[in-house]
């Protein structure tokens, strides 16, 4: 259910200004294999809803983001409905996730440098538990997740609608490694 958050409160910021925006995100182990998939849609007021999906096709969450001023919170549920957490990214680097009992459960920090950015991942105690640097080009989107000891632990490549403003990415990305 962590992972869950993760993976979507990540994967929402990849969303920009632009109304009605649609699109798909694919996700991959180490050794290529399809693990998940989500689905994004901005709607006109700026609200965003994810759907994700297991390697069947299977729903196992969602979640909703909205922004107000410089902090945007998104909710997640699990597939029953179920609140299992939220995160809140003030500004567009540093996220804060906590789960079902308001408890934190880790952080992210995020730096971008040109169309690439890197969001560094720490549990609530503080230590590392990995990386993803992500490359971000018109309409697409690829990133490589790392854990602590930097090796490879997965892929995601983002196409559609919701990749087209790179600035857009810098709030945040995957979380995955950090669960």
């Known amino acids: 259910m962590k992972q869950i958050h993760s993976l979507i409160a990540a994967s929402l910021v990849l969303i920009s200004a632009a109304t009605a925006q649609t699109c798909r995100e694919v996700v991959r182990d180490a050794s290529g294999r399809v693990t998940q998939t989500i689905d ?4 006109s007021n700026g609200t965003v809803r994810s759907v994700i999906r297991d390697a069947s096709g299977r729903m196992i969450g969602t979640s909703t983001s909205q922004t ?29 996730y906590r789960d079902a009992s ?18 560094d991942f720490r549990d609530a105690s503080g230590r590392s538990t990995g990386n993803q640097t992500t490359n971000h080009s018109s309409g697409f989107a690829s990133g490589t997740r790392r854990d602590a000891s930097g090796r490879v632990i ?24 950090q669960r």
Not at 71 to 96: C, I, Q
Not at 105 to 115: H, Q
Not at 154 to 177: P, V
């Open 40 to 43: 994004h849609q901005k709607s």
């Open 68 to 96: 107000s001023g410089s902090t945007t919170r998104t909710d997640y549920r699990d597939a029953s409905g179920r609140t299992t957490g939220t995160a809140s990214t003030n500004g567009s680097s540093h996220t804060t």
């Open 102 to 119: 308001n408890r934190t459960t880790g952080t992210a920090t995020t730096r971008t440098n040109g169309n690439t950015s890197r969001t």
């Open 154 to 177: 997965g892929t995601s490549k983002e196409s559609g609608k919701c990749t087209d403003d790179a600035a857009a990415h810098k709030k945040l990305e995957y979380q995955r490694n």
